[in-house]
């Protein structure tokens, strides 16, 4: 399109043609915006390949280019011009935008496989985890793993029971859980649970700990091994990043995590902000929690393990495990802890410090002054939490009818879940179905009920109210002067200043109304 504007007068007058005016401009710009580079010769025309390039550069992501669009539609107006009249303009741009969709060919395999390269970084942290896993598992296809559970049928009980993950987080559980016992080569190893963080949340997963060479021996306190250090514990809040292993306790970090009541934030080196104060890292307060959380709601039916005939304090597999019944393990009564209570000394024993005089006095007054609980101690001997008549909280999911077992097993079975809650712990949960059995934690890590010290922060101080505008007192002490009247004289000038103003009214309304 050109534009050009006709030459006007040249003479000083007042006004002026448009032609003289775009002479005069230093920078020219028509009113449109394109922009306009005048030639002596050229009076405001616009070069051919000016506007092309203008046409050109706006185009859609795939290059097609508004020159593109123009250049198609003048060809089919060109085509056939009688069918194409300007009343179908804008229809005839429309089927011409429809015109340019083409479906896309499958892609090849050797596409797809290259499109491997262009995933995203997570995608590519999760591929690369899991061929990692891969990998570890089969350089060691005959390798004797520990006691491994079956994770996936595992996460089938708790699904009957409403909780866990979906099966593909369940998978990936799974496969870390082996991975991981093949890297320790422990004797006994398990999923733990979840604990949910203000900051990350973490995996957790629960080893057999053995006695280690290098273990650096904590005088007064539990060994690996025993006690609250019974069991080791690596923690994650990525199922294919980093597993960090978490500190052995001492006595005094259950003790004073019974104290206080804190959100754990997730991040292992961070300060523990609390009263009374903690004094260790978060790391140390997680893995007091944990110790904990599994005295207290890891249960198994009575019968399976026995108390050991060397050491009352330790448990063994019983020589003829007799499983209860689906009917008795209903009732409380036919459940146990698996793992010894904790002390308020933070211990699962009383140990005295090196050194002490009459050791077998001491501990006696240890033992008068906190008796120890029973080892395999029964959740029905649990004190009852708060208003509730137990401490556990029992229910059954699913059909309770007996079905026959498959081959080469005999008996009757039902296939419901058995789900057993502590109310002190919410979050905790262990379940029963067909002869097997696991406990599971997914909560924050806080007890419910007990005291927690939460000072309320002082008000805000307000600020100074200003200062009032001081009155005359209203009934001063002194009488006041009396005010002196008006003489004859003042009095008849306000009266004739009276009468003037109202002259001066009349006078000023007298013309409205002759009219």
């Not at 733990?192 to 957790?204: E, F, I, N, R």
Request: proline share 5%.
């Amino acid at each position: 399109f050109f534009f050009q504007a006709e030459d006007g007068i040249r003479d000083s007058v007042a006004s002026r043609g448009l032609g003289d005016v775009y002479k005069r401009q230093v920078s020219t710009q028509s009113t449109w915006g394109f922009k306009r580079q005048m030639k002596a010769e050229e009076k405001g025309e616009m070069a051919l390949d000016k506007v092309i390039d203008k046409l050109e550069s706006s185009k859609e992501k795939d290059g097609y280019t508004f020159l593109d669009h123009l250049t198609a539609l003048f060809e089919k107006i060109l085509t056939n011009p009688k069918e194409y009249t300007l009343d179908k303009f804008e229809e005839l741009s429309y089927i011409t935008k429809l015109s340019r969709f083409q479906p896309k060919r499958p892609l090849l395999d050797s596409e797809v496989r290259a499109l491997a390269v262009n995933i995203s970084e997570k995608q590519k942290h999760i591929c690369k985890a899991f061929n990692e896993l891969k990998q570890s598992v089969t350089a060691n296809p005959f390798q004797t793993l520990g006691a491994v559970p079956d994770i996936m049928t595992e996460a089938r009980m708790f699904q009957w029971a409403g909780v866990g993950f979906d099966m593909e987080e369940w998978y990936l559980i799974h496969k870390v859980v082996k991975n991981l016992a093949i890297q320790t080569k422990c004797t006994k190893i398990r999923f733990w649970g979840k604990l949910l963080c203000s900051k990350k949340d973490l995996y957790v997963i629960e080893m057999k700990a053995n006695a280690d060479e290098n273990y650096d021996l904590i005088a007064g306190e539990e060994l690996r091994g025993e006690g609250i250090n019974s069991y080791i514990y690596w923690v994650s809040s990525d199922l294919l990043g980093e597993w960090v292993k978490l500190p052995d306790l001492k006595g005094e970090h259950i003790a004073g995590a019974k104290k206080i009541k804190k959100t754990l934030t997730g991040d292992l080196e961070e300060n523990v902000d609390s009263y009374p104060f903690f004094e260790a890292k978060e790391s140390f307060l997680i893995r007091a929690q944990i110790a904990r959380i599994s005295a207290s709601t890891i249960i198994v039916p009575k019968g399976v393990y026995k108390e050991s005939e060397a050491n009352a304090r330790d448990i063994e597999p019983a020589d003829e495990a007799a499983v209860p019944g689906y009917t008795e393990l209903k009732s409380p009564e036919n459940w146990a802890h698996l793992n010894a209570a904790v002390l308020n000394s933070g211990r699962t024993k009383h140990i005295l410090p090196p050194g002490t005089a009459n050791a077998e006095e001491e501990m006696d007054k240890l033992t008068q002054a906190e008796p120890l609980v029973a080892r395999l101690r029964g959740i029905n001997e649990d004190e009852k939490f708060g208003s509730y008549a137990s401490a556990w909280q029992m229910r059954v999911y699913g059909d309770e009818q007996q079905y026959a077992l498959a081959p080469p097993k005999t008996g009757t079975a039902p296939y419901s879940v058995i789900a057993f809650r502590p109310y002190k712990w919410p979050g905790a949960i262990t379940v029963y179905q067909s002869g097997m059995w696991q406990s599971l934690y997914i909560g924050n890590g806080v007890a419910q009920g007990g005291d927690s010290f939460q000072p309320v922060g002082p008000a805000e101080i307000m600020q100074d109210p200003e200062d009032c505008t001081e009155q005359e007192e209203p009934n001063p002490k002194t009488a006041l002067e009396p005010i002196e009247s008006d003489t004859d004289e003042e009095k008849k000038e306000d009266k004739g200043e009276e009468e003037e103003k109202q002259q001066e009214i009349l006078l000023y309304f007298e013309p409205m109304n002759l009219q």
